[in-house]
């Protein structure tokens, strides 16, 4: 090799160069999957993400032979009429409804409250804050709900497990993920625009009340909604601190073993649909505002 | 409450400096946070520390007088002796539940890491969009989720078949199948992770339960790391002429470790100790240490055996935390 000059062992290489063909049809596809890899990988995940949302959906018109409504049988909209008609999902869902409201709006003040004290200010016992918010969310549900149950049998109020404890404990768990939401909003503000409201002799006051709070109220509000759901779809420490009372979850999971009615995939499919008119319809118009703009 | 006052705007406010005394400055933070902490402290720590004491006490509710004793001269180990005996020698439920939660785990990071990386890096004006689809499934009650997966996976149903036809049950169970040469294996597993012609009240449909579960915990905080590199150090990477994988493993993927620590714990954690999956999906051999407890306070009433068991899942956890959190370098996770 080595007494081969430069030119001959271009030409070498030259000729062993298999001759150019244009790519065919077959391989220009391949090659696009193959690039576009990592995006169907995505989309499959999203798609098993997505597909029990679309059975619950897809169930709940069904007409289902017996009592369990796992086989497709005929459709129907016998379940979408009659939802309401069923009491224990109705009085269920109340209650989730009741206790989800009360804890969603105290745990997001209170969680407002430590963000804001977190991200704005330094003080004593700041990392001890940040690792008593992270232990309930570092810690099993049934490790919580068990110790709830264990205070409140120790401090003899087994008789009193209700609403109300269900509620104290949704508060307890919801706190650190308004936390953690609202302060990641406060983190991304940009403090220019609050000097700038000063510089314009705003006292501090002012200054919060018309550009802080506004700026932070989008994270509060996100915060305020995954706590609703969390709330809303809690079964394990409900499950713990409930007593005799039905909440939908609860509901659904005593109906698990004699069969869940369609009912209850309609709740669900309403939920679904709620829930993605809300997040949706300002994302839309946004989108709508920008293209017009 | 305040925000840090512009140089000029102090001087320029005198009334403000006079309204509020400097003093008041330094109790703020600690006014906003007593609410909240008082909650936790009353309702977190206080039942933890009221765990543990039951741990250590003795009786049950449903028999004699259904109260409890404890004493600090008498403190009851037994209930650990027990709680061990009962649930990791005679019975594997205790290296079950990790088992089941570890392959969990794993399965969720391989699904979710190109999901986030998509959203994080391919997705355009689609980002918010994909966001609020990885949500979504949020919305709909996750029993009614988890029950659903008892359809999908019916007996002989579309998804069984094609599994079965094209081979993969009948080898997931013959390369899980391992009776003598791994013992502790075979235990927690006696019959392969799957049956060839099923996978409901299997192992597998635990695990795929769970995976399910904590999908979005995983894809969230991937996400929220991804979304942090700056793309830079990936474009530099690639003009020094390292293919797109060596760029993906030397550059982004340790970039993305405090996402791939906070995702895996989120995940793992939760799933250590869920009660739901096992008792939906899997059969009654699946049991998780969710159900032990579950159990032991609802239908036993051995309280003191039962926050034992508590107890005791959650300082196997936090020493698997603390392990795993040092050995990955990634202190800050909040």
């Given amino acids: ?293 | 409450m305040s925000a840090a006052p512009a140089p000029g705007a102090a001087a320029n406010t005198p009334a403000d400096d006079v309204a509020r005394p400097v003093g008041a400055h330094k109790w703020t933070p600690y006014v906003l946070l007593t609410p909240g902490m008082l909650w936790l402290g009353v309702f977190f720590i206080i039942p933890t520390v009221m765990l543990v004491k039951m741990s250590l006490s003795s009786g049950t509710a449903f028999s004699g007088d259904g109260s409890f004793t404890f004493s600090r001269s008498d403190l009851q180990w037994s209930n650990y002796g027990d709680a061990w005996t009962k649930y990791v020698i005679d019975t594997p439920i205790f290296q079950k539940s990790l088992i089941y939660a570890l392959i969990a785990t794993a399965l969720t990071l391989v699904i979710a890491y190109p999901l986030a990386y998509t959203i994080a890096f391919k997705s355009g004006r689609w980002k918010n969009f994909l966001l609020v689809l990885v949500i979504a499934p949020f919305f709909t009650s996750f029993l009614l989720r988890t029950n659903a997966w008892q359809t999908i996976l019916v007996d002989s149903g579309p998804v069984v078949t094609f599994m079965e036809n094209i081979g993969l049950l009948d080898f997931l169970h013959t390369v899980t199948n391992i009776p003598d040469s791994w013992p502790s294996w075979a235990q927690i597993f006696p019959d392969g992770i799957t049956d060839p012609n099923r996978v409901l009240a299997t192992p597998l449909a635990v695990i795929v339960g769970l995976a399910y579960n904590f999908l979005p915990f995983m894809t969230l905080p991937l996400y929220a790391s991804l979304e942090r590199i700056d793309i830079r150090f990936i474009e530099a990477a690639t003009d020094l002429y390292s293919s797109a994988w060596t760029a993906f493993r030397k550059v982004t993927f340790p970039l993305s470790l405090p996402g791939v620590v906070a995702g895996t714990l989120l995940t793992f954690i939760p799933a250590a100790g869920d009660p739901v999956n096992a008792q939906l999906l899997g059969s009654a051999s699946d049991a998780m240490m969710g159900n032990a407890i579950d159990a032991q306070f609802k239908s036993t009433g051995n309280y003191p055996l039962a926050a034992a068991l508590s107890a005791l899942l959650m300082a196997v956890i936090v020493a698997m935390v603390t392990v795993y959190v040092r050995r990955a370098g990634t202190e800050e996770l909040v």
């Fill in chain 1, 1 to 293: 090799m080595s007494t081969m000059t430069i030119d001959e062992r271009r030409a070498q290489a030259l000729a062993e160069m298999p001759p150019y063909r244009e790519p065919g049809v077959f391989s220009r596809g391949s090659r696009w999957v193959r690039s576009h890899i990592i995006q169907f990988c995505a989309a499959g995940a999203l798609l098993f993400m997505f597909i029990p949302v679309f059975v619950v959906v897809l169930f709940s018109f069904n007409l289902p032979t017996g009592k369990y409504n796992y086989v497709w049988n005929q459709f129907s909209t016998s379940a979408w009429v009659n939802v309401w008609s069923d009491t224990e999902i109705t009085n269920s869902l109340t209650i989730s409804i009741e206790v989800a409201l009360i804890s969603t709006i105290v745990a997001t003040v209170l969680g407002t409250l430590i963000a804001f004290a977190i991200g704005r200010h330094n003080f004593r016992g700041r990392g001890g804050t940040n690792l008593l918010i992270f232990m309930p969310m570092a810690t099993p549900e049934v490790v919580m709900g068990s110790s709830l149950l264990t205070l409140f049998v120790l401090a003899q109020q087994e008789g009193s497990l209700g609403r109300i404890t269900i509620t104290i404990a949704h508060i307890m768990f919801s706190i650190s993920f308004v936390v953690v939401t609202v302060k990641a909003r406060i983190a991304g503000l940009d403090s220019r625009l609050e000097q700038a409201a000063m510089d314009l002799y705003a006292d501090e006051k002012t200054t919060f009340a018309k550009v802080t709070f506004p700026l932070v109220l989008p994270g509060i509000v996100a915060a305020a909604m995954l706590a609703f759901s969390l709330s809303f779809d809690d079964f394990v420490i409900t499950n713990f601190t409930s007593g005799q009372t039905v909440t939908f979850p609860m509901y659904i999971w005593g109906a698990a073993g004699r069969g869940i009615p369609p009912e209850a995939n309609v709740v669900g499919a309403i939920m679904f649909g709620l829930a993605l008119v809300v997040v949706l319809v300002p994302e839309i118009i946004r989108g709508v505002r920008k293209s017009r703009a």
